[in-house]
């Protein structure tokens, strides 16, 4: 078949191509000639579709049925003739493009598309695979910072550990030493501890510290080898009465006691009087002084009630009968009241009295 | 418009007054009834021409001059396009007959156009110079209404008339007279406005 049909258009198109060409039953010739006898509208509808039935066989668009119909009826005559002749000249003059049917760009490039396609798909997935590996590297990175952190704490746990056992083992008393280094008489005093700052995880800075430096005061017994009795140390021995000053004055004591011995010392009215170190300034408004023997046995138990200064860090109970410490090793409590009433330990130190003859 | 006589038994002759009453009919005003006249004469040639009369123009005029004589004899049409239309079938079919008759003597034979005939290098010169007299804007219109086939056609035809604000019905008549306005200037051209 040469050309196309232009019989492929809406139903009433096809009916009146088919009427001008002779094709029609006698049903459509008798609608389709109603129609235009009764309609002008119609009628103008049908000159149309002569003219371009004459512009299709023209530019040999008909099919071989078609256009034989069409010459048999239309060029019978010189004035259809004419209009063929006419409707030629007019496509050529009115330039009639090339008419190519342009299938949709996904038909003619299937191959292009598929390939455009996967380039995306491609794209998309390493987009994201990038993504993730920048948010895995990040995850990681906070891991090992925090783990770092952590071991940091854990080492820095650890020396403090170490550095406290080593200060213990190596602390010298330091309360109720004499004021002669080579006095062979030693005065307990509280073990020094380091002052830590409690450390926490990040992720439990609401969380206790799990070392409390504050209500505990944690010690290391020492005993004191001996008192500083030696009779050619007054000043020393006078620190031992009562409110004695460490230059010898007593304050409401008997005032020729600088002239006592030891060995002529009325012991029965000899007092001790114990200062205790403390490791930070004092807490309590409270404290309690108890004196122990070393089996145990409660010797005397002293609680007073002192305004404390601000910052001071030395405890000085009211003096002890001299009498009521026979020779021994002792061993003093140091407790504190609490706000609730309850007294906790504060310190623990240890002496040892020895009695010269 | 031709006073022919029709070929019925009884003599009868069309006259100005019989033409005059006729034209009453279509309208009062004459100018409008003279326009409604040629409508129904271009539709009846049509008519004829569709459905393959060798004399489309005889046919119709032969149809027209019936019914006037009807009117003239006292019927009463009340449907004129209906009457018009019964009275050209059966023009059309004696006209059929005479048709077959003369077929059967003569040599049937179709004149075929040769595809590029010599003398149509003078039509396009012609239709060139025919378009040249219309404005720029009917020149660009007609072309782009005829410029087109399939179904690219009938979009177009559709845009233009969004464009030029008329109805695709207002427009195909525009078109259709300037096409005709053109053929003829084209034919005056070639000097055979006698055709």
Same mark, same amino acid.
């Given at each position: 078949m040469k050309g196309r049909s232009v019989l492929g258009r809406s139903q009433a198109e096809t009916e009146r191509v088919r009427y001008l060409l002779g094709l029609a039953s006698p049903a459509e010739r008798e609608h389709v000639e109603s129609e235009y006898f009764h309609d002008a509208d119609a009628f103008q509808r049908m000159l149309s579709a002569e003219d371009d039935l004459v512009d299709a066989y023209?530019?040999?668009?008909?099919?071989?049925?078609?256009?034989?119909?069409?010459?048999k009826r239309f060029l019978k005559s010189?004035?259809?003739?004419?209009?063929?002749?006419?409707?030629?000249a007019f496509a050529g003059a009115v330039v009639a493009p090339v008419h190519t049917v342009v299938p949709p760009f996904y038909l003619r490039h299937p191959v292009r598309i598929a390939a455009v396609a996967a380039v995306v798909v491609i794209a998309v997935v390493l987009s994201w695979l990038v993504i993730e590996r920048r948010r895995m590297s990040n995850e990681l990175r906070e891991l090992r910072a925090v783990h770092e952190q952590l071991h940091n704490e854990t080492e820095a746990l650890r020396r403090d550990a170490e550095r406290m056992h080593i200060a213990e083992i190596q602390s010298p008393p330091n309360s109720l030493q004499p004021a002669n280094p080579t006095s062979r008489k030693t005065v307990p005093s509280q073990r020094p501890r380091p002052k830590r700052t409690p450390i926490t995880p990040p992720q439990q800075q609401e969380q206790k510290p799990f070392v409390n430096t504050e209500d505990v005061n944690t010690f290391v017994s020492r005993k004191i080898v001996d008192l500083p009795l030696d009779i050619s140390k007054i000043p020393s021995l006078l620190t031992l009465q009562t409110a004695s000053t460490p230059e010898g004055y007593v304050a409401g004591g008997r005032a020729d006691q600088s002239n006592v011995t030891l060995d002529?010392?009325?012991?029965?009215?000899?007092?001790?009087?114990?200062?205790?170190?403390?490791?930070?300034?004092?807490?309590?408004?409270?404290?309690?002084?108890?004196?122990?023997?070393?089996?145990?046995?409660?010797?005397?138990?002293?609680?007073?009630?002192?305004?404390?200064?601000?910052?001071?860090?030395?405890?000085?109970?009211?003096?002890?009968?001299?009498?009521?410490?026979?020779?021994?090793?002792?061993?003093?409590?140091?407790?504190?009241?609490?706000?609730?009433?309850?007294?906790?330990?504060?310190a623990e130190y240890s002496f040892k009295v020895v009695v010269k003859k | 418009m031709s006073f022919a006589k029709t070929s019925s038994r009884r003599e009868w002759a069309l006259t100005q007054e019989v033409f005059d009453r006729f034209l009453a009919i279509l309208d009062i005003d004459r100018e409008k009834a003279g326009e409604k006249y040629e409508f129904i004469r271009l539709r009846l040639l049509k008519y004829f021409q569709w459905c393959g009369s060798d004399q489309p123009d005889i046919d119709a005029d032969e149809t027209l001059n019936r019914v006037? %004589?009807? *009117?003239?004899?006292?019927?009463?049409? /009340?449907?004129?396009?209906?009457? =018009?239309?019964?009275?050209? $079938? @059966?023009?059309?079919?004696?006209?059929?007959?005479?048709?077959?008759?003369?077929?059967?003597?003569?040599?049937?034979?179709?004149?075929?156009?040769?595809?590029?005939?010599?003398?149509?290098?003078?039509?396009?010169?012609?239709?060139?110079?025919?378009?040249?007299?219309?404005?720029?804007?009917? %020149?660009? *219109?007609?072309?782009?209404?005829?410029? /087109?086939?399939?179904?690219?056609? =009938?979009?177009?035809?559709? $845009? @233009?008339?969004?464009?030029?604000?008329?109805?695709l019905n207002s427009l195909r008549v525009r078109m259709y007279r300037q096409r005709a306005n053109l053929e003829a200037c084209v034919q005056e051209c070639l000097g055979r406005e006698d055709l």
């Open positions: 023209a530019r040999g668009e008909l099919s071989d049925e078609e256009r034989q119909r069409f010459e010189s004035q259809g003739k004419d209009r063929v002749r006419f409707s030629r002529g010392v009325d012991i029965n009215e000899a007092a001790v009087a114990l200062h205790m170190a403390l490791n930070s300034p004092v807490k309590y408004s409270d404290y309690r002084v108890s004196i122990e023997t070393a089996e145990g046995r409660q010797v005397t138990s002293v609680g007073w009630i002192e305004p404390p200064k601000r910052n001071q860090t030395r405890i000085s109970p009211p003096p002890i009968k001299a009498t009521d410490l026979p020779a021994g090793d002792y061993r003093v409590r140091l407790t504190g009241k609490d706000a609730d009433g309850s007294f906790v330990q504060v | 006037m %004589r009807r *009117i003239d004899e006292g019927e009463n049409v /009340y449907n004129l396009d209906g009457y =018009i239309q019964g009275v050209a $079938r @059966l023009v059309q079919k004696e006209s059929l007959k005479l048709r077959n008759r003369k077929q059967e003597l003569d040599v049937d034979q179709v004149v075929e156009l040769a595809p590029a005939e010599p003398e149509e290098v003078e039509w396009r010169e012609c239709l060139e110079r025919c378009l040249g007299y219309l404005s720029d804007e009917e %020149r660009e *219109i007609i072309t782009e209404y005829y410029k /087109y086939e399939g179904i690219e056609k =009938i979009n177009c035809r559709k $845009r @233009l008339a969004v464009r030029l604000g008329v109805s």
